[in-house]
């Protein structure tokens, strides 16, 4: 579900290409959960009741929790907050076949202490060749099932549409709603179990992990939905959301 074609020999390794981060310097990262603590995705704080992830991470509200301030998810640093969701909201047109709307908000109980990342204005473009920065637990082996392992983070340069969609490339499945990132000599990437989780451009959530080709494929950059599409989606939710409670 996560990446479509993430063969094993391409997808042993986690973020492809990285280097693990100052432990605890990316705080907004959050590690979607089954609630037998199988990290299924990763997600992004963007205040201190609201996740943004990717909407093929929703594997319902009864099976999910929400870890926010890990690093290691096999240590325990005590920093962790362990939350379950109260409501999901994937996006209304999310199409599963295209890829198309690949974007969740969950609300969350109150977190005690967060950092918070920031998003894009709606239509805010973000030039090619742009360095952005991807991170991402996942997973070390598709095969033997989930190994949990310390964050991981890499760089990447923002992809042209026109290249991303070319008959050489993702040859016409790239919509308005995404955009791509990645080295043509390949190499670095975004993997399997990295999904929802944030591509940070300019201090912002510009991207959310969603799809991809194998990984680090020279021909295939990764495809991450285009959050300053959605910015007013997000803010109307969650605004929608309190006057609907205000009101019941
Ligand atoms: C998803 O997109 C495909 C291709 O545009 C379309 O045929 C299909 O009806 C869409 N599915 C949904 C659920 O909207
Ligand atoms: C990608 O190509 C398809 C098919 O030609 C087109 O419908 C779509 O709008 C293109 N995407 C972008 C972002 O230009």
């Known amino acids: ?3 479509v074609s993430c063969g094993l020999l391409l997808c042993q390794e986690r973020i492809v290409g990285g280097y693990a981060p100052v432990p605890h310097s990316i705080r907004y990262i959050v590690s979607i959960q089954t609630t037998e603590r199988q990290h299924v995705c990763g997600g992004s704080l963007i205040n201190k009741y609201w996740v943004i992830t990717a909407a093929h991470c929703n594997i319902g509200l009864d099976r999910m929790m929400i870890v926010a301030g890990d690093y290691s998810l096999t240590i325990y640093e005590g920093t962790e907050q362990e939350i379950l969701p109260q409501h999901l909201v994937p996006h209304p047109e ?25 998003l894009p204005r ?43 969609n070319s008959s050489e490339s993702f040859d016409g499945g790239i919509t308005d709603n995404m955009i791509c990132a990645g080295y043509s000599t390949g190499g670095k990437d975004a993997c399997k ?23 680090a494929d020279a021909q295939f950059p990764g495809v991450y939905t285009a959050v300053s599409k959605y910015r007013m989606w997000i803010d109307d939710t969650i605004f929608n959301y309190y006057s609907k409670c205000k009101k019941d």
């Open 193 to 215: 179990g990295d999904s929802g989780g944030p591509l940070v451009c300019e201090g912002r959530v510009y991207g959310v992990v969603s799809w991809g080709k194998g990984c």
């Open 122 to 164: 709606q239509g805010a473009p973000i030039a090619e060749g742009r360095m952005c920065r991807v991170s991402g637990w996942g997973y070390t082996s598709p095969n033997t099932g989930l190994i949990p392992a310390t964050l991981r983070t890499v760089k990447l340069p923002i992809v042209s549409a026109r290249n991303c």
């Open 1 to 3: 579900v996560l990446f």
């Open 94 to 118: 999310y199409n599963k076949t295209t890829n198309n709307n690949d974007i969740m908000l969950i609300k969350v109980r109150k977190l005690s202490y967060v950092s918070v990342a920031l």
